[in-house]
Each structure stands twice: as structure tokens, then as C-alpha cells.
């Protein structure tokens, strides 16, 4: 793959809501914890919904467990999922053709409220 450039996509950015936090590799931890905590304490949302995909999952998994260390009478929601995801490469090279590969990239959603959630969900 060294003689391919990877070519970013414009992807249809759907809107994220208030109590929705998208936690990434590059982010810091102690900011995804103290946005938290502000959601839930200070502005009074009833519950925050945390979503990662592949390499950030544990560090979604470190923040939401120090978050109900720090927050007593969370009540938690879990559930996973996978998603395709294709990237197209360019060549740098004359002669090459242009590539379509296809990630299977790992996906997970935890809800914590004040309030109990669905007891009849799996996670």
C-alpha cells in the first residue's frame, strides 16, 4: 500500500445531539469526564449517551466506569455493534488502479441515566 493515497470521503455528518459525547483515540480523557459530569450535574440532563468505534471502546469503557465512580446511582446501558466501513486508495504511480477496501470496524454505545433504564434490555 505504499504506493496508494488514501483519499478522504465527505461523509454525511449527522447532527450530534446535546447529551451525546463521540470519544476518539486523540481526545483527552479528563476532558471527556469533566463535559460528562458538567451534562449531568450542573446542566441537569438526565442522561448522556457515549458512542466509540474500534481502538477508542476501552477508553470509552475507563471513562463511563471513573464517571459512576465520581457520580453515585447511574444506571448503565450497554450494547455493541459492528459497521462496514470502505475506504478508496489513488495510486501515486502510473499504471495503478484506483482501490476500494472494506473495514469491519467494531462499535459501542453506553447510556448512563439518572433515572433506571429499560431493565428487559441485555446490556
Same mark, same amino acid.
Given at each position: ?18 447529551? !451525546? &459525547?463521540?470519544?476518539?483515540?486523540? /481526545? $483527552?480523557?479528563? #476532558? ?6 458538567? %451534562? ?6 438526565? !442522561? &448522556?449517551?457515549?458512542?466509540?468505534? /474500534? $481502538?477508542?471502546? #476501552? ?6 466506569? %471513573? ?13 455493541? /455493534? ?42
Amino acid at each position: 500500500m505504499d504506493r496508494y493515497q488514501r483519499v478522504e470521503k465527505p461523509r454525511a455528518e449527522t447532527p450530534i445531539n446535546e447529551n !451525546e &459525547i463521540r470519544i476518539t483515540t486523540q /481526545g $483527552r480523557m479528563r #476532558s471527556y469526564i469533566t463535559y460528562a459530569t458538567s %451534562l449531568l450535574q450542573e446542566k441537569g440532563s438526565g !442522561e &448522556i449517551v457515549f458512542k466509540a468505534m /474500534g $481502538r477508542a471502546i #476501552s477508553k470509552t469503557a475507563m471513562i463511563v466506569e %471513573l464517571i459512576k465512580r465520581r457520580i453515585v446511582g447511574l444506571h448503565q446501558n450497554t450494547s455493541i /455493534g459492528s459497521t462496514d466501513i470502505t475506504d478508496t486508495w489513488e495510486p501515486l504511480e502510473e499504471g495503478l488502479l484506483p482501490l476500494e477496501t472494506t473495514r469491519h470496524v467494531s462499535m459501542i454505545t453506553i447510556t448512563l441515566s439518572k433515572k433506571e433504564l429499560d431493565a428487559s434490555s441485555v446490556g
